[in-house]
């Protein structure tokens, strides 16, 4: 099955707001005394981000058919670059960015199958900008 992309015409998210948080596979039982105990409930758990981008009209335009057409008001899955990892320089062991032949950067890439999260994204203008918040379940 083939899965819609990210649009490559919107900016990588604010570092500011993001924010992961690991879905809870445990299962807590909580005896007559004692502190609780966890054993593992499910070994495939999600990662749901919290994430915003700043976008103008044309951008704002372009998340919007994303989301409304694309994937349906959100409800398909979806490939996302992950912002944590791609389109940053690779590095070697001393710090020192690896580059190509032609001293080109060599870049890292990774993105994530996800959908957007339980909450629908939500907008705040800033000036002649769109703050875009919103959240997504990244498969595991």
Do not use: H
């Amino acid at each position: 099955m083939s899965y819609s992309e990210w649009p490559v015409e919107l900016p990588k998210p604010e570092r500011a707001t993001w924010q992961r948080q690991r879905q809870d596979g445990r299962w807590r039982r909580q005896g007559d005394a004692g502190p609780p105990m966890f054993r593992r409930r499910i070994s495939a758990v999600a990662n749901l981000v919290s994430l915003s981008v700043v976008l103008d009209r044309n951008g704002k335009a372009v998340f919007d058919t994303f989301f409304d057409e694309t994937t349906q008001g959100g409800s398909t899955l979806f490939w996302m670059p992950d912002p944590t990892t791609d389109g940053w320089p690779l590095l070697a062991s001393d710090g020192s960015q690896l580059l190509t032949a032609e001293g080109a950067p060599l870049l890292l890439s990774a993105r994530w199958l996800c959908s957007f999260g339980a909450e629908m994204p939500t907008e705040t203008v800033i000036g002649k900008e769109f703050r875009i918040s919103f959240s997504v379940v990244v498969m595991p």
